[in-house]
Structures are given as C-alpha cells and as structure tokens.
C-alpha cells in the first residue's frame, strides 16, 4: 500500500475519534464508508490498527488508549500541545490527496488567482533552520521595491494572513526581523552552520501578534469587540485570534476579548468589518478607529 495510503488513513482515524469515542468496529465501518468516497483501500484489521496507533502517536502526538472497562472504545487521551499544527498538516495532505484524484476538479475546486506565496522556497528554508545552516537571500520591500541582500540565521516559518514569514536573526545588526517569502529571490544555502545559541522562544514572542509586527510593542492590549449577531456567528466559528474569549452571545449581537497587539495590520482588519463590528475597549482604539474612517469618508465629499 502506498505511504499515501497510511498518511490519508491515520488523519481519518484521528477525525473519528475527535467526534468522540468508537469502538474497532465503529471505526472500521468508517474506514469502509471513506473507502468508498476516496476510491482507495483504507480498510483495516484489529492488528493493523494496533500498529497505526503506534504510528499516529509518533508523527502527530495523538495518543490513543483503549477503554479499560465498559464497552471497550477507543478514544484520545492525549492530544499534541500544537494540536493546531498537526491538524493543518493532515487537513492538507487530505486536501491535496481529494483534488489531485478528482477527474476534472478544475471546473468544482475554484482556487483563487493569486501570485506566488514563496512557498517555493519552504522546503529549502525548513532545511536550513533544522541544520543551523547560514541563507543569504536578495529581499525586496513592498514600501520601496529596491531588493537589497541579507545574510541571516533563519530560526523559524510563520503563517500570518495567508502569508508565510521566515523569522532569522539579520546579521547586520544581529536583530531578530520576519521576511515575506514571497520577497525573497535568489536564495543561498551555505554549507556553513551559524554557531550562535538564540534563546529566543518563538511561541511567546508572537503570542499576543496579530500578523508578524511586533517590534516596539511591549504591552498588549486588552481589546472588546461588539458584533452583530450574524458577524458573530462568522467571528465565533473562525476566530480573530487564538486569545479570543466570548462575553456575551445573543439575538443582540457577539461580545469578544481579545489579547493582542495594536498593530496597523490588526486595525486594517476591525475597519474591514464595517458597521458589523463596534471597538468598546480600549478607548484608545475606538478614537483611532474613529479618526480613520472620519477620514476615509472626507475621500468621497
């Protein structure tokens, strides 16, 4: 059975038992029904799937247990503490696995036209973070649009509103700054290692960002946000940010808190909401929010 086959079958395993526990039974009917659906075989035994379980723990930290008294299910005991990563990641590959066996899915899959996001360069920029290795690259800004080179130690990949970010130290200045992959050209690996020890923890530093900017900002802002009911639905099953808490859900509307930086690219979204969205908190904000779309309207006077 082709690799595929075991990536595609152990995302559907996990899927099952997010929606709760199953028996081996349960979820070989599963298994049986997406067979069908994907026109290929998933279809497993007791002791395959013993061995699967193994396997789904080691590439996505899922662990599975069995129940050990009652009616014998199955059940996720223990789920990856990037959970959210190892979801993506299978989502995907079963993304990518449905288009590219769907005869003609030009004419039912409609992808947006859009220019190159740099992922081109994914592959090669994950291997010089893993080996330490040092990139040179040419980097052209969207503000001047003159390409300039840059020599850094490439630390980490973001995902920032559908674009992706490689985070490395620029050894000009030895600061820590984020370059657009869709930016970058002429991309070197060295065969050198940079030897320097960053204790930089990633996950921290962008904790509270809204986008990749967080230079010069120490402080986040505690920020309430009211929503009319049918946005609120949107804003509830697609949340603005991962610090995102529900106050009050209603017929009269959706009120959120968020913990988060005000940056431009955070403003930019709240005034994209229209009259669908009110800033409550921080006052600040409000009379910024204010003061820009005062300005906006002037434009059409």
């Known amino acids: 059975m082709p690799k595929q086959n075991y990536l595609i079958r152990y995302g559907y395993i996990i899927n099952r038992l997010e929606k709760g526990p199953a028996s081996f039974q349960d979820i070989a009917s599963f298994l049986e029904k997406m067979s069908d659906i994907n026109d290929m075989d998933l279809r497993i035994s007791q002791r395959t799937f013993q061995r699967d379980i193994k396997e789904i723990y080691t590439m996505f930290g899922y662990d599975i247990k069995n129940e050990q008294k009652g009616d014998k299910r199955y059940y996720i005991y223990e789920k990856p503490e990037e959970k959210q990563t190892a979801q993506r990641l299978i989502e995907s590959f079963q993304m990518m696995h449905a288009v590219q066996s769907s005869v003609g899915f ?3 899959v409609l992808l947006e036209k859009r220019k190159s996001k740099g992922v081109e360069h994914f592959t090669g ?4 973070i893993n080996e330490k290795r040092i990139l040179s690259f040419e980097y052209t800004k969207f503000q001047d ?3 300039t080179s840059r020599v850094v130690h490439p630390l980490a990949l973001k995902e920032a509103q559908g674009r992706w970010y490689l985070i490395a130290v620029d050894t000009k200045d ?5 370059f657009g992959l869709d930016r970058m050209d002429v991309l070197d690996i060295h065969k050198a290692n940079y030897k320097v020890k960053y204790d930089y923890n990633l996950s921290t530093y ?12 120490s402080t986040p802002d505690q920020i309430q946000l009211w929503f009319d009911y049918e946005q609120g639905q949107y804003i509830k099953s697609y949340p603005l940010h991962e610090s995102q808490v529900i106050l009050q859900d209603d017929a009269n509307g959706v009120l959120i808190q968020l913990t988060v930086y005000v940056t431009w690219d955070f403003i930019q979204e709240l005034i994209s909401y229209g009259p669908n969205m009110k800033v409550l908190q921080p006052i600040q904000l409000k009379n910024r929010i204010k003061g820009i779309l005062e300005e906006t309207l002037k434009q059409y006077l």
């Open 145 to 147: 649009d003159i390409a």
């Open 206 to 217: 962008f904790k509270h960002s809204f986008g990749i900017n967080t230079e010069g900002l």
């Open 106 to 108: 030009e004419q039912v």
């Open 174 to 178: 030895n600061r820590l700054k984020t």
């Open 125 to 128: 920029l994950l291997y010089a």
